[in-house]
């Protein structure tokens, strides 16, 4: 009987200690280090026999096994993200860059005609800051009188119009010298429902041009 109990003891001790060597080797996982974790419950492994101990064992074996994979094709994915995401930034970068470049007025407004974006061209050409125009009604840089104009750009923005117009007109500016623009105006829609479409507004100087006629018709008048 006292063998028994003896050898059950001893059996107790050693699953103990298998339990124990096995919980010190778990925040390995914790850290990552997988070959490690692999490593000392390998040489920590002295059952000759398949019990409950062993099974969990294995079984967190096939867990690191499994972990490591997984923090494989997560780093794979960030990597690529991270990628990608720098692909975007550079392209980011280069259309802002042409647009702010380009030799028109590239000009964005929401439906009620608030200014939301403009080039840096654009700026140059009216001869204004950003912050002259940004913000504010674009009626503000269409003279009054040109009714046509201000109509056919409020029932765009109403969507009961065509999705794009032009007009050549004055612009509305305080400035020395009269400068003649041809507008494309078109109204970009958002793939959400719950954002307002957006008016794309395209600006070419036409001062000089006009200016040429103007006088081409004085001469022959």
């Not at 503000?140 to 999705?163: F, G, S």
Request: aromatic residues 6%; negative net charge.
């Amino acid at each position: 009987m006292l063998c028994v109990i003896f050898i059950l003891l001893v059996n107790i001790h050693f699953a103990l200690a298998r339990v124990s060597q096995l919980s010190k080797s778990l925040p390995l996982l914790v850290e990552h280090q997988y070959q490690s974790f692999r490593h000392k419950i390998k040489s920590q492994r002295i059952s000759f026999f398949s019990d409950e101990v062993e099974r969990l064992t294995e079984t967190a074996t096939d867990v690191a096994q499994e972990l490591e994979v997984l923090g494989r094709d997560v780093k794979e994915h960030t990597d690529l993200l991270i990628n990608k995401t720098q692909e975007l930034e550079e392209e980011r970068d280069f259309i802002s860059q042409l647009i702010d470049t380009a030799p028109i007025i590239i000009l964005t407004q929401d439906t009620q005609g608030k200014v939301l974006s403009v080039n840096q061209e654009g700026l140059k050409d009216m001869g204004l800051v950003a912050s002259h125009i940004i913000g504010k009604n674009f009626t503000e840089l269409i003279p009054d009188t040109e009714t046509d104009h201000l109509h056919k750009l409020e029932l765009l923005r109403q969507q009961r119009a065509p999705q794009e117009i032009s007009f050549s007109g004055r612009l509305s500016l305080k400035t020395e010298g009269v400068v003649f623009i041809d507008w494309i105006h078109t109204i970009i829609g958002t793939n959400k429902a719950s954002e307002e479409p957006v008016i794309l507004s395209l600006g070419m100087d036409v001062s000089e041009r006009n200016i040429a006629d103007e006088q081409l018709i004085w001469i022959a008048t």
